[in-house]
């Protein structure tokens, strides 16, 4: 089956540096959640995306935007790179539809950064 | 706010040993649990998950029991094999309209052969 795929799968960038992650969800998944984990850390959720619309925002930093596509993939764009931005940094999609119950969240394998 | 207590790891245990790694939430509404694992150098899988109140999720040998009275989900399996070492992530989302995930900090489980 196909999963939620990222890119780059390692990425290493100098301090006040640029970066962009990607992510690709399952297909017919409407939502895509980026979270960061740190070192030994759990996932912190960062921004969510329905429907290309911004659903939840969570601690992303305002260094940090993001946006979901038309075909559904979304992007996080990460502008003055900081040490600490140095992270896993996950994808995560789900179909919300119209329904309501638990929507589990199936996840891309991440994107290591390194800011040197 | 909404948040889920592991307990400290690392757990190690010797190879068919019996596993529990507690689990207990605080939350606002009625929360759907989730069990996540991470193997070394890879991303988060679901390892299993419960809606409501006295259900038990389970998958790969691994159960849990959505017990709403004392607020747990305690993660258990009755004879661990090398190949679950890995990090157990506890979790909860609450339905409302979208599902962010709040995570436990993890508890790392080591199996000796």
């Known amino acids: 089956a196909a999963g939620v795929i990222q890119s780059p799968r390692h990425l290493i960038k100098e301090k006040r540096e640029t970066a962009t992650l990607k992510c690709y969800p399952i297909?017919?998944?409407?939502?895509v959640y980026w979270y960061q984990q740190g070192p030994g850390q759990d996932p912190q959720f960062l921004i969510s995306?329905?429907?290309?619309?911004?659903?939840d925002k969570g601690s992303i930093p305002d260094r940090f935007s993001a946006q979901q596509f038309s075909d559904y993939h979304s992007e996080l764009n990460m502008s003055s790179l900081e040490l600490g931005d140095s992270a896993l940094y996950f994808c995560?999609?789900?179909?919300?539809?119209?329904?309501?119950?638990?929507?589990?969240?199936?996840f891309g394998p991440g994107t290591r950064l390194t800011v040197t | 706010g909404d948040s889920v207590t592991q307990m400290e790891g690392p757990v190690t245990l010797s190879e068919e040993a019996f596993l529990t790694i507690n689990c207990t939430y605080t939350?606002?509404?009625?929360?759907?649990l989730f069990w996540y694992v991470q193997y070394p150098g890879e991303g988060l899988q679901l390892l299993l998950k419960?809606?409501?109140?006295?259900d038990k999720g389970s998958n790969k040998g691994f159960e849990a029991t959505y017990r709403k009275e004392t607020t747990s989900f305690h993660l258990e399996k009755g004879s661990v094999q090398v190949s679950d070492s890995a990090v157990y992530f506890c979790?909860?989302?609450?339905?409302?309209?979208?599902?962010?995930?709040?995570f436990g900090k993890g508890t790392m489980l080591l199996v000796s052969p």
């Open positions: 995306f329905y429907e290309k619309m911004q659903s």
């Open positions: 979790a909860l989302s609450l339905y409302s309209g979208y599902s962010t995930l709040t």
């Open positions: 939350a606002t509404g009625y929360p759907s």
């Open positions: 419960a809606t409501k109140a006295d």
């Open positions: 995560a999609s789900t179909h919300t539809g119209t329904g309501k119950g638990s929507h589990e969240q199936y």
């Open positions: 297909p017919r998944h409407d939502t």
